[in-house]
């Protein structure tokens, strides 16, 4: 797999993802600010994971397709879930970090000892 990562200008280090067959723009900057110019990580996973359910729907419909199928919605509720915490935290987008929320701070019921 020879992935190459350019920017607009063709160099190294950009928003362009170029492999074989395949060449994904990703947004650079706010779309607020620079207005909608690529996509986002959520819209590849979208992609794939259109492609597998319809080869759940013929024959190529097969176990590890499923499994991969919801580890991939696993992935989107896991970017959902990063997008709201960082706009509860006000750091929606801003470069700044968001605060991990730790499984502790979460349910009041768990105890590192077990008790």
Do not use: W
Not at 31 to 42: D, F, L, M, S, T
Not at 102 to 115: I, K, L, M, Y
């Amino acid at each position: 797999m020879n992935t190459q990562v350019v920017n607009e200008a063709g160099q190294a280090g950009g928003h362009v993802l170029e492999h074989p067959f395949i060449r994904v723009v990703f947004q650079n900057g706010f779309p607020k600010e620079v207005g909608i110019n690529g996509c986002r990580v959520e819209d590849v996973i979208a992609v794939a994971l259109e492609r597998l359910e319809r080869y759940q729907e013929g024959p190529l419909a097969c176990s590890e397709n499923e499994s991969a199928i919801r580890h991939l919605r696993q992935a989107v509720e896991d970017l959902e879930l990063r997008k709201r915490r960082r706009q509860e935290q006000g750091v929606l987008n801003t470069l700044t970090q968001h605060q991990a929320i730790r499984t502790e701070d979460e349910d009041h019921d768990f105890s590192a000892t077990g008790a």
